[in-house]
RNA sequence: GGCCCCAUCGUCUAUUGGUUAGGACACUUCCCUUUCACGGAAAAAAGAGGGGUUCGACUCCCCUUGGGGCCGCCA
């Protein structure tokens, strides 16, 4: 076994690691955590990372779910060497299309009578695990079909009595040595013989793995923690094949707040789903690694390269770490931050679509062709108004909210009220601390007037702020210098929400004319 | 029930025999501030229990307890 860092040094392409997902669900936080640490350890050790496809169940594989896997494992930007989209010496790498192989594996430990054919019917064997486990026995095999005479055997057969093929489980103690736990011993004297293939073209999960992973040359096998019992069955299949054993590491599982692995029930968990929502790989890479990881020393933002040079599976933690979003949105936040107002807006702009409070239009342009000739310029509309909207706006609209996102989906909740004419709000929004009606009032009153006397040209934040500020001071109550006075009633005449951007960055943005609009509104609603 | 794994703040974790047990998220308070967010400052918050080993244990060993995984003709 080689440490982490001795691999460093090791010979370029000695390191082989996969991820072998199975196509019946979509990429999951679990998975792409595991395919993570798989290609960060291959590519620190300069070796290659593999995808294969586990779809030897063909009632729940689907080609969708093969298609988000892919998708989304490349949309995260962990990249395969090898895979079913990119052709390698060892692929196929979808197990579908290796049903031979199998087959030629299968018939040999058939031939060495280290596999039989077993005739028991599934009920039969349900009625058995039940009544041991009510015994308080470890549920196995009875082993009642593992030595049929032969003819009895070629007669069932020739008859099509339904079988499957059962491996041959060793009486004995198998040790491994883990990456991560160190030594782990199993007793498989405990355990039955395992059933490894239905026929002889259809195997099943325990030992299609063991023959891809010799097949593909497989060094070390890093997988989740609920592989842990399968490896001692895995190791038996190999040293029965004379195949040489893989490194193993198994990974500490992702759990629910309930603290159990995270499944299904506890909701969406999907790549898909955080991605339609608006998280960033970027913050989604990051927050995988460090759900049992760590480098060591109190830096936290890490890039998939930085991670490629830092991460060591002598790190790596051996307890389940719970998947906490608080944590997830923060850093999304932090790194939405990062991003550029233009990339933001690219990201945020199909919410706005979404929610239908926008509509994209395509115009074409005739340019002379030495700037482009015929060009499709897309363009944006408000809904309602059917009014142009620039991108410069949209852009502005996104900037004064770019600091306040956690996820980019939350861009319509904040800024929807910039595209409709009519907002929604209570009367009761627009008082400030103790005002009554007749104080907001008159305050609206004044905010009419002064804003009025602004012209168009000097209809900029900087300059509003000057002019409203300044007012602010000098109103309220008995001259407290609050200026929420003036301030908070104006906010809401705009946005009609308790929390915003500031008055004077979202007048501007509105404009002049929406921006009395709006606090004659609010004035006949006091009224 | 059997086998196996695991165990530091609420959560993710640092600590590899000697530290005021550190950081991040969340929470609370304060500053900035019309609000929210950002930013800044501060507070609160942990070694499951019991035995050993040792001059000295969060750290090593054992037991207990607790949590989890697996026990499929799924992967």
Redesign the pocket.
Known sequence: MFSSEELKFAKPGAVRTRI???P?GLLHIGLARTALFNYLFAKQCQGSFVLRI?D??LE?SSPEYENDIIENLKWLGINWDEGPDISGKYGPYR?RERLDTYKKYLDILLKDDKAYY?F???EE?EVK?QY??S???????SGKCANLPKETVKKYLAEGK???IRFRVASKKVSFNDLI??R????MG???D??IA?DVST????F??VIDDFEMKISHVIRG??????TPKQILMQEALGFPRPEYG?L??I?GT????LSKRHGAFGITDFRREGYLPEAIINYMA?????P???K?IYSLPSLVKEFSL??V????????I??L???N??YI?QRSIEKITELCLPYFIEAGLIIPIFEEMQYPPAYGGKQIIQKYKNSETEKIITLDVLQKIISIYH???KKNSEIVELADFFFKEKLEYDKKLLK?KGMNDGEVRDVLNKLENILSEISENNWTKENLGNVL?LE?ERIGPALQK???YL??P??VALTG????????EIAEILGKEKTLNRIKTALYKIS
């Open positions: 072998a997902p199975s019946t586990e030897t169940d729940r197990q077993c028991c019917s599934e064997l695990r041991q486990m015994q308080g026995e470890a549920p196995r095999y339904p079988s499957v736990r160190g782990l011993e199993f007793d405990l355990a039955g395992i059933v239905k195997p099943l999960y325990n299609a793995v923690e609920e592989h842990i019992s399968n198994h500490p599982l759990l309930d603290r159990t692995k460090f759900l049992g990881w760590n060591g020393d109190e936290e002598e790190k933690q051996k307890g389940g770490a719970i998947f906490n608080k944590k949105e923060s850093l936040g932090f931050r600091e306040r996102l400030w500020l602010a609050d200026r929420g301030l908070w104006l906010r929400k308790e929390a915003s951007a500031g008055p004077f």
